[in-house]
């Protein structure tokens, strides 16, 4: 586990994902920085398809779940960002 003194913002989304990983399920910083890195361009993507900001919020959210489940099997072929921002594409398709 990394201590409180961790700048969170100068770990790679690589190590980041490896983090959520592998610490997830007891500690949620890394979870919470994944979610302060990309919580905006998400929020974009998806208040492009519902224009509703409420409908926005809660499908962000459901994106960042979807993300979470899905970490194990992010083989890193592409930037985390461009992968979050695919499953929030299919995400408010999918809506």
């Known amino acids: 586990m990394y201590s409180n003194t961790v700048s969170w913002t100068e770990i790679s989304d690589e190590e980041l994902v490896n983090l959520c990983i592998t610490e997830g399920s007891k500690d ?31 499908l962000t959210q459901e994106v960042f779940w979807r993300v979470y489940r899905s970490l194990p ?10 992968w979050i921002y695919r499953i929030a594409i299919n995400t408010c398709q999918n809506e």
């Not at 890394?30 to 302060?36: A, D, G, K, S, W």
Request: glycine share 2%.
């Open 73 to 82: 099997s992010f083989e890193g072929r592409s930037a985390l960002k461009t």
């Open 28 to 58: 949620d910083r890394p979870v919470q920085e994944m979610f302060r890195r990309y919580q905006n361009v998400i929020w974009r993507v998806c208040i492009s398809f519902m224009r509703n900001p409420q409908d926005a919020e809660d």
